[in-house]
């Protein structure tokens, strides 16, 4: 029953910059992936960036190069540093947790994650 709060959405003008926070209730340590999400109305949950335990980092096309995801593991904490934002980026921002068995696992594909925090909103606009 690991819990995840996610934290540091808000409204900023294109071009600014927010930085996400996503909190455990255990050790990141213990799963393999912690992976951003976003979903804007009307389209698809969509995989942003993930970290793994070992430290390796994966993104998305569109945000490679303006976002970048590190942890603090003794603070059981992911962060997500957006910058150059654009208003395309506009959506719910969700944290999650992926502890995957055997077989194929696609860091960015919401199916292979099992733990999920609640949200938190991001808004790009003039």
């Known amino acids: 029953q690991l819990q995840l709060v996610e934290s540091g959405g808000g409204l900023v003008q294109p071009g600014g910059s927010l930085r996400l926070s996503c909190t455990a209730s255990?050790?990141?340590?213990?799963?393999?992936?912690i992976g951003w999400f976003r979903q804007a109305p009307g389209k698809e949950r969509e995989g942003v960036s993930s970290i793994t335990s070992d430290g390796m980092t994966y993104y998305t096309g569109s945000v490679k190069g303006r976002f970048t995801v590190s942890r603090d593991n003794a603070k059981n904490t992911v962060y997500l540093q957006m910058n150059s934002l654009k208003p395309e980026d506009t959506a719910v921002y969700y944290c999650?947790?992926?502890?995957?068995?055997?077989?194929?696992?696609?860091?960015?594909?919401?199916?292979?994650?099992?733990?999920w925090g609640q949200g938190t909103q991001v808004t790009v606009s003039r």
């Open positions: 255990g050790s990141i340590l213990d799963y393999y992936s």
């Open positions: 999650a947790v992926a502890d995957p068995g055997p077989g194929d696992f696609n860091v960015l594909q919401d199916r292979y994650y099992n733990y």
